[in-house]
C-alpha cells in the first residue's frame, strides 16, 4: 500500500473527528438521474463534509494549483495563509511548501477533478461530464470573491455549461441543486433543483441558473438553527487582494505566474 494512501486515509480520520455531520436533509427526493450539487464553501467545511458525508457517489470540482504540485506552494500562501496580510510571511512560505506535499495526495484521493483557468479547462469539462454520464453527481464550490448575502458569495457561473454538454451527450436536461454546508450545527442541506434549459442560449442560462442557486443557498442558510456563516473568503484576504475582488481570473493568473 502506497504511503501516501495510508496519509490520506490517516487524514480522513482527522477530518471527521474535527468536520463531523449528524445529518443530510434534502427538500424532497433528488432524481435518479446524476445531477450538479453547488454549495457554499465554509472555509473547509464545505470540503470535508461534502467529501465524507455526502450520500451519493460523486465527483468535486477542486482549484487544480491545489493538486499540480507546482503550484500548490503558492496556492497555499495566498489562498489559503493570505500571506500578503502576515507579519512574519517567511514562516507561512514554510507551511505553504510543506503543504505542496501534503495536499495533493488528500485531494487526488478524493475523487477530484481538478478545474483549470486556462485551455485545459476543457479537460475539466470532459471528466465532469464522463462522470454524470456514468451516474456520478459532482459537487461544485462556485464562488467568487464578490460578496451577495452573509451566507453565500456570488457565483462563478461558468459551470452552467455542463448543462449544454450533457445535454449534448445525453439528450437529458441536467439538475443544479443548490446545498448549504453548516459546520456549526453539523448540517448539510439541499434545496430545490433548476433545470438546464435547452432553449437558452449560454449566457440567459448562466445568469437565470447562477442567480437562482445564490437565491436559494442564502435562503437554506438563512433556514438553518441560529450560527454564524463561515465566508468564503476572509476579511483579511480583502484587505490583502482586494484588487482581485471583481478579476478573479487575475488572481489565479498571479498565483500561476508566481516562481515558488
Not at 43 to 50: A, D, L, R
Not at 66 to 81: K, L, R
Not at 135 to 160: A, C, K, M, W
Request: charged letters at 25%; glycine letters at 6%; aromatic letters at 14%.
Amino acid at each position: 500500500m502506497k504511503i501516501s494512501y495510508v496519509y490520506y486515509k490517516m487524514m480522513r480520520l482527522v477530518a471527521r473527528l474535527l468536520h463531523p455531520c449528524k445529518q443530510v436533509s434534502f427538500a424532497h427526493d433528488p432524481l435518479d438521474e446524476p445531477a450538479v450539487f453547488v454549495s457554499n464553501h465554509s472555509g473547509i467545511s464545505g470540503p470535508c463534509m461534502t467529501t465524507l458525508y455526502f450520500p451519493r457517489p460523486h465527483k468535486t470540482w477542486t482549484i487544480s494549483y491545489a493538486i499540480d504540485g507546482e503550484h500548490t506552494a503558492s496556492y497555499a500562501f495566498h489562498d489559503v495563509f493570505c500571506g500578503r496580510s502576515r507579519k512574519h510571511p517567511g514562516f507561512f512560505r514554510f507551511l505553504s511548501r510543506l503543504m505542496r506535499h501534503g495536499l495533493p495526495p488528500l485531494l487526488i484521493y478524493s475523487d477530484t477533478i481538478p478545474v483549470y483557468h486556462d485551455r485545459r479547462v476543457m479537460q475539466t469539462f470532459k471528466q465532469s461530464v464522463a462522470a454524470l454520464s456514468n451516474g456520478e453527481d459532482l459537487v461544485i464550490f462556485g464562488e467568487s470573491p464578490e460578496p451577495y448575502s452573509p451566507y453565500i458569495n456570488r457565483q462563478q457561473d461558468g459551470f452552467v455549461d455542463l448543462g449544454k454538454l450533457y445535454y449534448r451527450r445525453t439528450g437529458k436536461r441536467l439538475s443544479f441543486y443548490p446545498m448549504y454546508v453548516c459546520k456549526k450545527t453539523r448540517m448539510i442541506s439541499v434545496g430545490e433543483p433548476v433545470a438546464y434549459d435547452p432553449d437558452l442560449d449560454s449566457q440567459e442560462q448562466r445568469e437565470k441558473i447562477g442567480a437562482y442557486l445564490c437565491k436559494e443557498i442564502d435562503a437554506l442558510g438563512r433556514a438553518m438553527p441560529a450560527h454564524t456563516p463561515i465566508p468564503f473568503l476572509k476579511e483579511r484576504w480583502y484587505r490583502a487582494y482586494g484588487e482581485y475582488e471583481h478579476d478573479f481570473a487575475a488572481y489565479w493568473n498571479m498565483i500561476e505566474q508566481e516562481n515558488e
